[in-house]
């Protein structure tokens, strides 16, 4: 593991600038997607992590963190991590042009690969893809968040090569439902459905890969984000709510609890320096690994921090009215998604036991 | 089916079972039963269908003495027959009124009130709501500052309750007020009904983190309310409120519900994958998770029959069970809701409204039809460690009791 332990001064000035546009929001509202992604786009978000080749500042996935992280303390839900920084590097590898086309804000390219069943299963893609007058594509895709102009889908050829195919977002056979964390959520039922080929054989896996672990590593930046807020906003409340004629944080049950929560968000921020070491390695087997290990240690930490945030507001914690329970349902779907807390554990297990 | 509530009573407990299966089947309209088991909140018109139906059997009021209703089957009867309406999907009493104000009304009340109020409640013609936190005054119940002042046969309500579980379908309100303060704070509260249509009452709806309304906050202003509707004596509130506690063990032990998650449960994982990923519940990580909550459900379940009987037989009075019971009911609910989340894997990411799935699914809708009200009823269910006295006043409490000198 080779752990930026320390941020750079680029890297605080970044955090900084994200988080005082990012402060003003309200984290209860979904906000205007359209408004989000130009403004990320203007301040270079969408470049940070690419390379100068496809338009970027050179950056790394490092950044990228700052960014998502910054992010989901505001519960910001216009896809900046799914299409701005999963996205980009999946078009990234069809040819620099395509991902500057995202660096740029034109286009919001979304994975498509989970399917209903597979649970986190990377192998077992059920979508098929025949040729017949241009591809044609067969399947279900779930769990697609952002609100894309075009879908990277994962499918099997007849030969049971895995590809990688783009279908227009307008021309996507698609059910659209708002997710229980308020957030543009879609479905791909495709039947028969025209599609481009963007890649095949082992570059497309590679690429896919490469994604699935960015995906699980950026997106627990995002969830990092959320827990330090529920967690700030819970050490507040415990230094301004009276019941007994007190100070409930002066009552060491509650003492305990927000220093186990404090205890599990620096396991949480620790555990992604580890996920996005990985990333940096270029060593395919490290870096799933380690962005397992990650995503199943941020999850566990999330759920128990932000579902305490609520304990330890009572009543008002689960309301709607007030944001403490907005960042739970945010952790609550981060920790459930490609196959869920347990099966990154069991991913691990697979990849360091063999 | 004309089989007797005294019938009943000397039937063995396999037979009673059958008999109240065959009596809901028979009974329950199906699709009355799909919607309550979907999970969402209380559909009311569904709970005042069956309250009526149970009623006239004589068995609304299940756990009452018999003469105010009850039935003066066994607890186990009891038991069973509350394990057989929630797992087929019978819409629960209103709780309110079934465990906690109707025992308050028949052990400490006046004639006229348990004439007047118990009828109603078994009927489900009155549907109640609890006034007991405001916004100052949660886990420190006694600091509530809500005033009622006398005025000749009138009592002058102007406060504030919060966290009225239905108030905006209910009849009736029971309130803990402060008519006195003098003294420690717990002297100065008194016990009393209030009929929500009473001039000066506003409600307002409070959303909770599941997108549905359950909560609400209850204004009063200058709201007259006969002392005809005192329960007991003045300045003596608090020790009756203390007793619900006890009388609400049954209730907030949640084992049918508990019950019919872990049922749930194995019926999602059970379903075919067709990412040829395998059944989940033939996963042993998963299998293990749920066997050891089902464990942890059986142990607590026989908690419960043992300390109700217990109590019925007036042993082991002192022990802290109702607090137990809370504890453990809440966040055995809440380890079921993850682990059932978790089985639904990538169908759980949509949100479900309450008002567009309970009644009929929209066409065309994402994910699973088993998904519907199971993220809904989990992140409503946060709740629970919270309400009814937070887990860690629950702690406080044994703990209070096992270390008294």
Redesign the interface.
């Known amino acids: 593991m080779d752990l930026q332990i320390l941020p750079t001064e680029e890297q605080e000035m970044l955090r900084e600038s994200v988080r005082r546009w990012a402060s003003t929001r309200d984290v209860r509202e979904p906000g205007n997607a359209e408004a989000d992604w130009a403004y990320g786009a203007e301040q270079g978000w969408l470049m940070a992590g690419l390379p100068e080749v496809a338009g970027g500042l050179g950056g790394s996935d490092v950044d990228s963190a700052v960014i998502a992280e910054e992010l989901g303390r505001a519960l910001v839900r216009s896809g900046f991590v799914e299409c701005g920084m999963v996205g980009a590097h999946l078009l990234l590898a069809v040819s620099p042009e395509r991902a500057e086309e995202v660096a740029l804000g034109g286009a919001k390219p979304v994975l498509a690969h ?6 986190g ?1 990377f192998p ?3 979508t098929k893809a025949t040729e017949n007058d241009g591809w044609k594509l067969t399947g ?1 895709k ?2 697609i968040v952002g609100e894309p102009t075009s879908l990277v889908v994962s499918a099997r050829q007849t030969d049971g090569a895995l590809a990688l195919f783009e279908i227009g977002a307008l021309s996507a056979p698609v ?6 964390d ?1 957030r543009a ?1 879609i ?1 791909l039922h495709l039947e028969d459905t025209p599609a481009q080929l963007l890649l095949s054989g082992s570059a497309a896996e590679n690429a896919l890969k490469e994604a699935i672990d960015r995906a699980l590593v950026l997106e627990s930046a995002e969830a990092l984000g959320a827990m330090e807020a529920a967690f700030d906003m819970t050490r507040d409340y415990l230094m301004t709510r ?4 007190q100070l409930i944080g002066e ?1 060491q ?2 003492r305990h609890r927000i220093a186990d929560m404090f205890i599990e968000l620096e396991q949480a921020r620790s555990i992604l320096q580890v996920g996005l070491s990985g990333l940096a390695s270029g060593k395919t087997s490290e870096r799933a690994k380690l962005a397992a290990a990650t995503r199943a240690r941020v999850a566990q930490a999330g ?1 128990f921090v932000c ?1 305490q945030a ?2 330890l507001h ?2 008002i ?5 007030y944001p403490v ?2 960042f ?2 945010r952790l ?2 981060f920790a ?2 490609h ?4 099966r990154q ?2 991913r691990f297990a697979e990849l360091a036991y063999g | 089916m004309t089989i007797s509530t005294e019938q009943l009573h000397q039937l063995s407990d396999e037979e009673f079972r059958a008999e109240i299966r065959a009596f809901v089947a028979e009974q329950l309209p199906a699709e009355m039963a799909a919607r309550t088991l979907l999970g969402y909140h209380p559909h009311k018109p569904d709970v005042e269908f069956w309250t009526a139906r149970l009623n006239e059997k004589g068995w609304a009021a299940l756990n009452w003495p018999t003469e105010y209703g009850g039935t003066g089957w066994s607890i186990t009867k009891r038991h069973i027959f509350d394990e057989e309406c929630y797992l087929a999907g019978c819409p629960a009493v209103n709780p309110q009124a079934f465990h906690l104000v109707g025992p308050i009304i028949y052990a400490i009340g006046n004639q006229e009130q348990k004439d007047y109020f118990l009828p109603k409640i078994r009927s489900g013609e009155h549907f109640w709501a609890q006034g007991f ?1 405001e916004p ?1 005054a ?3 119940l006694a ?1 509530l500052q809500t005033r009622a002042v006398r005025d000749g046969d009138e009592y002058v309500v102007n406060g504030q309750k ?2 009225t579980s239905e108030a905006q379908y209910c009849d009736w309100v029971f309130c803990l007020v402060r008519t006195s303060t003098e003294g420690r704070k717990q002297a100065g509260i008194s016990f009393l009904l209030v009929d929500l249509k009473t001039p000066g009452i506003t409600i307002r709806p ?4 599941e ?1 549905g309304h359950v ?1 609400n906050e209850v204004f009063f202003e200058d709201v007259r309310v006969p002392v005809t509707n005192l329960i007991g004596e003045e300045n003596e509130g608090w020790t009756y409120a203390k007793q619900l506690l006890g009388a609400e063990r049954t209730f907030s032990a949640v084992v049918p519900r508990c019950k019919g998650l872990a049922a749930r449960i194995k019926s999602i994982a059970a379903e075919e ?5 395998g059944r ?1 519940i033939n996963e042993p ?2 299998a293990r ?1 749920l066997a050891q909550l089902e464990i942890e459900l059986m142990a607590h379940e026989a908690t419960l029959l043992r300390v109700v009987a217990e109590e019925e037989a007036g042993v082991n009075q002192h022990s802290p069970t109702p607090s137990i019971l809370k504890v453990k009911g809440t966040e055995l609910l809440q380890k079921l809701g ?1 682990l059932a ?2 089985a ?8 479900y409204a309450e008002g567009d799935y309970m009644l009929d699914a929209p066409s ?5 039809p088993a998904a519907y009200g199971v ?1 809904s009823d ?3 269910h ?2 629970a ?3 009814g006295g ?3 006043v629950q ?2 409490i044994i703990a209070a009791q096992l270390l008294r000198a």
């Open positions: 989970d399917e209903p069943g597979m649970r299963h077992n893609i059920e279900t779930s769990a059910r659209s439902y708002e997710t229980i308020q959520g479905e009276k019941q007994y004629g009552f049950a509650l759920l579902g609520i304990q009572g009543g914690g689960v309301t709607d009215e329970g907005h739970y349902k609550v779907a459930n998604r196959g869920g807390e347990a554990v069991e | 936190s100052n949660g886990s420190d600091s919060i966290w409070i959303i909770g983190i997108g909560l994958n067709t990412c040829g990923a989940l990580h998963f998770r993850a989340i978790e639904l894997g990538d169908a759980a990411m949509p949100h065309q809708a994402p994910g699973n993220v989990f992140l409503y946060r709740s460690t919270i309400y937070a887990n860690e702690r406080n």
